[in-house]
């Protein structure tokens, strides 16, 4: 059985084996075993197993771009990035579309157990549990049966690499199919007759001659091995050698052991030929009439000595023409008239005409073979600048405009000095707005009534105070100010028209015997996440985490969020809040910093009373709250 693309991932997870036990366990280790592996993060312990009472569902199809098809979850078919089947649907009786890469989704033919053939793409096959093809198979072609079939019968296929239930000890993976199949998909059929399930099929090391440059292989060309072609492949998986009988490119010869450098006319042990061998000067002429001919009589080698051509002056160049010595005087001339030109032991050198008539605020250079020296131009164009030549540097001295005043501005404008008064005006009617020392002096108006229950204000320049608005809107609370913070205390007797509230603490909700009482949300769900708000000291935290989390400020808002959250969701606690208002007001402590106030609003709503069902029976311990009637 082959596994899934996804079947790399490590990471243990809760896998339901086929006969409906959970083991934790890698998805490769799973899918060979027959079994359907959960999402990231699922233990056993969750009861994953079962359908339909499983939190994840009955499986279904799963269908991928390149048509192959596993047996998932819905949830985690999504996370693996394919798409659900119906629900009951199944990879045995699905064909999934198949859209890239585009050669996988090629129909071919595609041969099942029961010798059934079904023209499908190359995944498509797999997913259904079939043995696909070739690319260009029919099933008009009988491929699904031997031996009448063109292909033949299957044998032992040897594939180098892959996923496969039983690897042979080297990684290769054996396959029973057609020769011809084996070799269209890259591997070495072992001839017909054979199947994988003989002792060793693909061998238990590598195989000279199987096309696999192999380790301790210096070349493998498979059925291009030879021990007679020039520069093949060794049938023993080594390289071409000077001396081994063939004579390869590059080499002259290769007479093998018979290779000699002393034999008279025998191949050279470096694949050379000897020399042929000469009695006579005459027999060495080049026609060369700048060579000197020759014959070592003792080595029968022709010496074709070049006629040596030396004026001993390094400024010629010397040669041999018709076999007389030529020495021509090199040329130095660059072309320019503004360098003097000379050759100096053997080398061209240009010298540039030096001009310099001693001032250095001129520009001097040499214009046509004549020195020019022109006057540095040292004008900025600022008409607040005095400019000059000093040392060959130019010097742009600004004007200075200094009135002694350090409440004025004071610039050159056009080459006149010009002093503004400091514009200290912030165009706040709330600020009185000064000069001093140079420094803008903008102070504010301070309005105080020494009232931290009104919000005190410099209005267009007159203090105006205002009464904090302290209404929740709620006829059954009663709305006050204290020390500037709101309290919104419920009536008690309530008023006619309010009813009761409920609300479980986060006590109750974090307690082991209790969180069967969760709904929509999960223990292991993130706090952060859940929220959307980004944590200080419940980074990280899970919900479960956060309600059990001491402390105050934002560990204690933590705690009655996550109660105030679960108390939202349950259909047996007539809680004060919505779902989006405990959001919006966990939400808008973390943007304030306001955790106390935020805590306080959710508390008075938390110990109101609980009455989760937790004896079958509905109620509970019914608390004081009340809100208008519906």
Same mark, same amino acid.
């Given at each position: 059985?082959?596994?899934?693309?996804?079947?790399?991932?490590?990471?243990?997870?809760?896998?339901?084996?086929?006969?409906?036990?959970?083991?934790?366990?890698?998805?490769?280790?799973?899918?060979?075993?027959?079994?359907?592996?959960?999402?990231?993060?699922?233990?056993?312990?969750?009861?994953?197993?079962?359908?339909?009472?499983?939190?994840?569902?009955?499986?279904?199809?799963?269908?991928?771009?390149?048509?192959? #098809?596993?047996?998932?979850?819905?949830?985690?078919?999504?996370?693996?990035?394919?798409? &659900?089947?119906?629900?009951?649907?199944?990879?045995?009786?699905?064909?999934?579309?198949?859209?890239? &890469?585009?050669?996988?989704?090629?129909?071919?033919?595609?041969?099942?157990?029961?010798?059934?053939?079904?023209?499908?793409?190359?995944?498509?096959?797999?997913?259904?549990?079939?043995?696909?093809?070739?690319?260009?198979?029919?099933?008009?072609?009988?491929?699904?049966?031997?031996?009448?079939?063109?292909?033949?019968?299957?044998?032992?296929? %040897?594939?180098?690499?892959?996923?496969?239930?039983?690897?042979?000890?080297?990684?290769?993976?054996?396959?029973?199919?057609?020769?011809?199949?084996?070799?269209?998909?890259?591997?070495?059929?072992?001839?017909?007759?054979?199947?994988?399930?003989?002792?060793?099929?693909?061998?238990?090391?590598?195989?000279?001659?199987?096309?696999?440059?192999? &380790?301790?292989?210096?070349?493998?060309?498979?059925?291009?091995?030879?021990?007679?072609?020039?520069?093949?492949?060794?049938?023993?998986?080594?390289?071409?050698?000077?001396?081994?009988?063939?004579?390869?490119?590059?080499?002259?010869?290769?007479?093998?052991?018979?290779?000699?450098?002393?034999?008279?006319?025998?191949?050279?042990?470096?694949?050379?030929?000897?020399?042929?061998?000469?009695?006579?000067?005459? !027999?060495?002429?080049?026609?060369? &009439?700048?060579?000197?001919?020759?014959?070592?009589?003792?080595?029968?080698?022709?010496?074709?000595?070049?006629?040596?051509?030396?004026?001993?002056?390094?400024?010629?160049?010397?040669?041999?023409?018709?076999?007389?010595?030529?020495?021509?005087?090199?040329?130095?001339?660059?072309?320019?008239?503004?360098?003097?030109?000379?050759?100096?032991?053997?080398?061209?050198?240009? /010298?540039?005409?030096?001009?310099?008539?001693?001032?250095?605020?001129?520009?001097?250079? #040499?214009?046509?073979?004549?020195?020019?020296?022109?006057?540095?131009?040292?004008?900025?164009?600022?008409?607040?600048?005095?400019?000059?030549?000093?040392?060959?540097?130019?010097?742009?001295?600004?004007?200075?405009?200094?009135?002694?005043?350090?409440? /004025?501005?004071? !610039?050159?404008?056009?080459?006149?000095?010009?002093?503004?008064?400091?514009?200290?005006?912030?165009?706040?009617?709330?600020?009185?707005?000064?000069?001093?020392?140079?420094? %803008?002096?903008?102070?504010?108006?301070?309005?105080?009534?020494?009232?931290?229950?009104?919000?005190?204000?410099?209005?267009?320049?007159?203090?105006?105070?205002?009464?904090?608005? #302290?209404?929740?809107?709620?006829?059954?609370?009663?709305?006050?100010?204290?020390?500037?913070?709101?309290?919104? /205390?419920?009536?008690?007797?309530?008023?006619?028209?309010?009813?009761?509230?409920?609300?479980?603490?986060?006590?109750?909700?974090?307690?082991?015997?209790?969180?069967?009482?969760?709904?929509?949300?999960?223990?292991?769900?993130?706090? !952060?996440?859940?929220?959307?708000?980004?944590?200080?000291?419940?980074?990280?935290?899970?919900?479960?985490?956060?309600?059990?989390?001491?402390?105050?400020?934002?560990?204690?808002?933590?705690?009655?969020?996550?109660?105030?959250?679960?108390?939202?969701?349950?259909?047996?606690?007539?809680?004060?809040?919505?779902?989006?208002?405990?959001?919006?007001?966990?939400?808008?402590?973390?943007?304030?910093?306001?955790?106390?106030?935020?805590?306080?609003?959710?508390?008075?709503?938390?110990?109101?009373?609980?009455?989760?069902?937790?004896?079958?029976?509905?109620?509970?311990?019914?608390?004081?709250?009340?809100?208008?009637?519906?």
């Amino acid at each position: 059985m082959a596994v899934s693309v996804f079947a790399t991932d490590p990471v243990p997870r809760a896998c339901c084996l086929p006969d409906g036990t959970c083991a934790q366990i890698t998805i490769e280790q799973c899918e060979l075993q027959g079994g359907v592996s959960g999402g990231g993060g699922t233990t056993c312990d969750l009861f994953i197993c079962g359908c339909p009472d499983s939190p994840l569902g009955c499986t279904s199809a799963c269908c991928f771009e390149n048509g192959a #098809c596993f047996d998932e979850w819905p949830q985690q078919c999504e996370y693996l990035g394919g798409t &659900p089947g119906p629900e009951g649907s199944a990879c045995s009786n699905l064909v999934c579309t198949c859209t890239v &890469p585009a050669d996988e989704c090629d129909l071919r033919a595609c041969c099942f157990d029961d010798g059934s053939c079904e023209e499908l793409g190359n995944y498509q096959c797999i997913g259904r549990g079939g043995h696909p093809g070739g690319a260009t198979t029919t099933c008009d072609a009988f491929i699904c049966g031997c031996p009448d079939q063109p292909l033949g019968c299957p044998a032992a296929c %040897c594939i180098p690499t892959g996923h496969c239930d039983n690897p042979e000890p080297n990684g290769q993976c054996c396959w029973d199919e057609p020769v011809a199949l084996c070799e269209s998909d890259g591997g070495i059929s072992r001839g017909e007759g054979t199947t994988c399930a003989d002792v060793d099929p693909c061998g238990s090391g590598p195989v000279c001659g199987d096309g696999n440059l192999d &380790p301790g292989e210096e070349c493998d060309n498979g059925d291009l091995n030879s021990d007679t072609e020039p520069g093949a492949c060794r049938t023993d998986c080594t390289l071409p050698y000077c001396g081994d009988g063939v004579v390869d490119p590059g080499e002259q010869c290769d007479d093998g052991a018979a290779n000699s450098d002393t034999e008279p006319g025998a191949c050279r042990t470096d694949c050379t030929r000897a020399p042929s061998g000469c009695t006579d000067d005459s !027999e060495c002429n080049d026609q060369d &009439p700048c060579t000197t001919d020759s014959c070592d009589s003792t080595t029968g080698t022709c010496i074709n000595e070049p006629k040596v051509c030396v004026d001993g002056d390094p400024c010629t160049d010397d040669s041999c023409v018709l076999g007389i010595c030529v020495f021509t005087t090199i040329t130095c001339d660059d072309q320019d008239t503004c360098t003097t030109d000379e050759c100096v032991d053997g080398a061209c050198v240009n /010298t540039p005409v030096q001009c310099d008539d001693n001032d250095a605020c001129t520009a001097d250079a #040499c214009v046509n073979g004549a020195c020019v020296s022109t006057p540095i131009d040292c004008d900025d164009n600022d008409a607040c600048t005095r400019d000059s030549c000093d040392g060959g540097e130019c010097v742009n001295t600004p004007i200075t405009c200094n009135d002694d005043d350090a409440c /004025t501005t004071d !610039e050159c404008v056009d080459g006149e000095c010009v002093s503004t008064p400091m514009n200290c005006d912030d165009g706040d009617a709330c600020t009185r707005d000064s000069c001093d020392g140079g420094e %803008c002096v903008n102070t504010p108006i301070t309005c105080n009534d020494d009232d931290a229950c009104t919000t005190d204000e410099c209005v267009d320049g007159a203090c105006v105070f205002s009464p904090i608005d #302290c209404s929740d809107g709620d006829d059954c609370t009663r709305d006050t100010c204290d020390g500037g913070v709101c309290s919104h /205390t419920l009536i008690d007797p309530p008023p006619p028209g309010c009813q009761q509230y409920a609300g479980c603490t986060p006590g109750f909700w974090k307690q082991r015997q209790h969180l069967q009482y969760w709904t929509n949300y999960a223990t292991t769900d993130l706090y !952060e996440e859940v929220f959307g708000v980004e944590a200080t000291i419940l980074h990280g935290k899970t919900l479960l985490d956060a309600a059990g989390t001491g402390g105050g400020g934002e560990a204690a808002l933590g705690r009655h969020a996550v109660a105030a959250l679960l108390n939202s969701t349950r259909g047996d606690v007539d809680y004060y809040y919505s779902t989006d208002e405990v959001m919006t007001i966990v939400q808008n402590a973390y943007q304030t910093g306001e955790f106390e106030l935020a805590k306080n609003m959710l508390a008075s709503q938390n110990e109101l009373g609980c009455t989760v069902d937790t004896s079958g029976k509905k109620g509970g311990d019914a608390g004081h709250g009340w809100h208008p009637a519906d």
